[in-house]
């Protein structure tokens, strides 16, 4: 997929520079795109070489002069990149997907422990923050706009130049061709780290004054545990056959994505109905009032929940974004 060579070993900044404009051009023009930009890159080095400069000097100098390697591409394809101006486009959609990554999860999080420390049932909690999530996107969206739109239209800064001046150093590393082996043995061993933390948690327990206090209900063996076990086989098959086939594929990302679900929806439903995490692990390890038990273990299950949604939607997007570019 990219412009370099897979018998490097090590990458140079024009193979980081070249990495970087392709990324936002179509797959069919790809290569051939990437084949003349490289070519004229390094025209570009050998004359300031043959001039006296050091070869590493003057490769910074060259990809310092073509500019920003997304403005490059889109140039090159005839994309447009702006909303509010093209002349900040970049800086404004960078700083959105930023503040979105950011202020999301901490409102949805902050508005779900809250209204579950006032006693609102589930549906109430999930409305809330969803409500919650659409209103501060929607602000987030809005402001950061209207303070591009005014910078745009009515602050002179010398040439009007971008916010932030483009340097070779925020080249960021190619991303690797398909699926390497050290990723299929990354993700069995994370699989089978998990087993062995579930099948611990049921016979010993991670609470040293608590022994066999496990924390997942015991009363989900053997089925619902069996058929997560199935489900982390599933998903280890799905890890060998994406190292097989050299990448991700459309059919693969969708079976890796029924597979995230059957995981995290079943679990999300029992920790709503209190039937995932064992009822007696909280009392037992706060040892407080009632009450105060009772407070740390909606906390808790509240983060528990998040992280269990959390892992999931990343999963699945991860790898629909790496279809995407991959195809």
Same mark, same amino acid.
């Given at each position: 997929?990219?412009?370099?060579?897979?018998?490097?070993?090590?990458?140079?900044?024009?193979?980081?520079?070249?990495?970087?404009?392709?990324?936002?051009?179509? /797959?069919?023009?790809?290569?051939?795109?990437?084949?003349?930009?490289?070519?004229?890159? &390094?025209? !570009?080095?050998?004359?300031?070489? &043959?001039?006296?400069?050091?070869?590493?000097?003057?490769?910074?100098?060259?990809?310092?002069?073509?500019?920003?390697?997304?403005?490059?591409?889109?140039?090159?394809?005839?994309?447009?990149?702006?909303?509010?101006? %093209?002349?900040?486009?970049? &800086?404004? =959609?960078?700083?959105?997907?930023?503040?979105?990554?950011?202020?999301?999860?901490?409102?949805?999080?902050?508005?779900?422990?809250?209204?579950?420390?006032?006693?609102?049932?589930?549906?109430?909690?999930?409305?809330?923050?969803?409500?919650?999530?659409?209103?501060?996107?929607?602000?987030?969206?809005? =402001?950061?706009?209207?303070?591009?739109?005014?910078?745009?239209?009515?602050?002179?800064?010398?040439?009007?130049?971008?916010?932030?001046?483009?340097?070779?150093? !925020?080249?960021? /590393?190619?991303?690797?061709?398909?699926?390497?082996?050290? &990723?299929?043995?990354?993700?069995?061993?994370?699989?089978?780290?998990?087993?062995?933390?579930?099948?611990?948690?049921?016979?010993?327990?991670?609470?040293?004054?608590?022994?066999?206090?496990?924390?997942?209900?015991?009363?989900? =063996? %053997?089925?619902?545990?069996?058929?997560?076990?199935?489900?982390?086989?599933?998903?280890?098959?799905?890890?060998?056959?994406?190292?097989?086939?050299?990448?991700?594929? =459309?059919?693969?990302?969708?079976?890796?994505?029924?597979?995230?679900?059957?995981?995290?929806?079943?679990?999300?439903?029992?920790?709503?109905?209190?039937?995932?995490?064992? %009822?007696?692990?909280?009392?037992?390890?706060?040892?407080?009032?009632?009450?105060?038990?009772?407070?740390?273990?909606?906390?808790?299950?509240?983060?528990?929940?998040?992280?269990?949604?959390?892992?999931?939607?990343?999963?699945?997007?991860?790898?629909?974004?790496?279809?995407?570019?991959?195809?």
């Amino acid at each position: 997929m990219h412009a370099t060579s897979p018998s490097r070993t090590t990458t140079t900044l024009t193979d980081r520079y070249v990495d970087a404009a392709m990324r936002t051009v179509p /797959e069919s023009g790809r290569d051939d795109l990437a084949a003349e930009l490289r070519a004229s890159i &390094d025209d !570009q080095i050998d004359a300031r070489v &043959d001039d006296g400069e050091p070869r590493d000097v003057a490769e910074r100098a060259v990809l310092t002069g073509l500019g920003d390697p997304e403005k490059l591409a889109a140039d090159y394809t005839g994309r447009t990149l702006y909303l509010i101006g %093209p002349r900040y486009y970049l &800086d404004w =959609w960078r700083l959105l997907k930023l503040l979105l990554w950011i202020v999301l999860p901490t409102a949805a999080l902050g508005v779900a422990l809250a209204r579950t420390l006032t006693g609102s049932n589930v549906g109430e909690v999930i409305g809330g923050t969803v409500v919650t999530l659409l209103t501060v996107a929607l602000h987030v969206v809005f =402001w950061t706009t209207l303070i591009f739109v005014i910078v745009e239209r009515g602050w002179s800064r010398g040439a009007r130049a971008p916010l932030t001046e483009w340097t070779v150093d !925020q080249l960021p /590393e190619p991303r690797p061709r398909g699926v390497g082996f050290g &990723d299929m043995v990354a993700s069995l061993v994370f699989l089978a780290i998990a087993v062995g933390a579930v099948i611990w948690d049921r016979f010993v327990g991670f609470v040293p004054t608590q022994p066999g206090l496990s924390f997942l209900n015991p009363e989900l =063996w %053997p089925w619902w545990i069996g058929g997560l076990f199935v489900l982390m086989a599933l998903e280890a098959v799905l890890a060998v056959v994406v190292y097989l086939v050299r990448g991700w594929t =459309w059919t693969l990302a969708i079976v890796n994505a029924a597979i995230a679900l059957a995981v995290a929806v079943p679990a999300l439903l029992l920790l709503a109905q209190g039937m995932l995490v064992n %009822p007696d692990f909280f009392p037992a390890v706060a040892r407080g009032a009632a009450e105060s038990d009772s407070n740390v273990a909606a906390i808790l299950s509240v983060v528990f929940g998040f992280v269990i949604a959390g892992i999931a939607v990343w999963d699945i997007t991860d790898v629909f974004v790496k279809t995407s570019r991959t195809r």
